[in-house]
C-alpha cells in the first residue's frame, strides 16, 4: 500500500499491536507519530527502529483522555511535519474483571481512555486532518461475544464503534471513517496472567487455530489507511479469523 508522504498519529504505539502498526506503516512511506503516555523509552525504541529501517517518525507524550494533550498531539505533529492525513485511535486499556467486582475506578479508567480519549481525538481531527483523509478507530471481537468478565471493556468498545458510525456521516470533506475489531492477539499484555491451556481454548475458536500476531492486524491497519480502502466507511471491519 502507498503511504507515500502520509502523516499518520498512531495513539498507544509505543508497544504491543499499535508498535506493529507503526513499524508497518513507516515500512510503507508513511512519517508516523507515535504515541505514548506513560512508556517513553518503549516508544523511543519504537521510533529508533523506525529510523534505522530508513523511516520517519518521532514521538509525543499525551493521554488521549486529556483533551488538552490530545491538542498538543496533533499541534506537534503539524508543527513537525505540515499536516495530518491519518489517524490511528489504537490507545486503550483492558480490565478484566467480572461486574460485582469492578470497581467505581474500573469503570472510569476504562471509559476515560477507551472512549473519552477516542471522543478527544475524533473532535482535534474534525478540524485539522487533511481533506480525504482516513480514521481507523480500534474497537474489539469481544463486543460481539459474551466472554465473562469483559462486560466494560467490551461496553467501551461498543461505544466506540457508534461514534465511528456517526461520525463517518458527521465529518464530510472525503475523510473516511471506520473501525477495526480485532480478536484475541499475542501481545505480551494480552498473554499475561493467561494460562496455555486458556490461550489454546482461544485460538481454537477461530478458522485458523491460533491467535493473530500483531502483524496480522498491522496489514488490515495499513489497507484501512491507504486510498485502496477510500469507499469503504462507517463500517467496522472484524479482524479476527472467522471468530465471530
Not at 142 to 152: D, G, I, Q, R
Not at 219 to 227: I, Q
Amino acid at each position: 500500500m502507498e503511504l507515500k508522504n502520509k502523516v499518520i498519529i498512531v495513539t498507544g504505539s509505543s508497544r504491543g499491536i499499535g508498535k506493529e502498526i507503526a513499524l508497518l506503516l513507516a515500512k510503507n512511506g508513511a512519517k508516523v507519530v507515535v504515541n505514548h503516555s506513560h512508556s517513553e523509552v518503549e516508544a523511543k525504541a519504537t521510533v529508533a527502529e523506525i529510523l534505522k529501517d530508513g523511516g520517519t517518525a518521532f514521538c509525543v507524550k499525551a493521554d488521549v483522555s486529556n483533551r488538552q494533550e490530545v491538542t498538543q498531539l496533533f499541534d506537534e505533529a503539524i508543527a513537525r511535519y505540515g499536516k495530518v492525513d491519518v489517524l490511528v485511535n489504537n490507545a486503550g486499556i483492558m480490565i478484566s474483571k467480572a461486574i460485582k467486582d469492578n470497581t467505581q475506578d474500573d469503570f472510569t479508567r476504562q471509559f476515560e481512555i477507551n472512549v473519552r480519549g477516542v471522543f478527544n481525538t475524533l473532535q482535534e481531527a474534525h478540524g485539522k486532518l487533511v481533506d480525504n483523509g482516513n480514521i481507523i478507530n480500534v474497537s474489539s471481537s469481544t463486543v460481539k461475544l459474551m466472554f465473562p468478565t469483559y462486560a466494560l471493556y467490551s461496553a467501551s468498545k461498543a461505544a466506540v464503534e457508534q461514534m465511528t458510525r456517526v461520525f463517518s456521516k458527521e465529518i464530510g470533506r472525503g475523510i473516511s471513517v471506520n473501525a477495526i475489531a480485532p480478536g484475541p492477539t499475542e501481545t505480551e499484555l494480552f498473554l499475561n496472567g493467561k494460562s496455555p491451556d486458556f490461550i489454546e481454548r482461544l485460538g481454537a475458536m477461530n478458522a485458523f487455530n491460533r491467535l493473530a500476531k500483531p502483524l496480522d492486524i498491522a496489514k488490515v491497519v495499513l489497507f484501512m489507511a491507504s486510498d485502496d480502502s477510500k469507499w469503504i466507511s462507517g463500517q467496522v471491519i472484524g479482524a479476527n479469523g472467522a471468530m465471530v
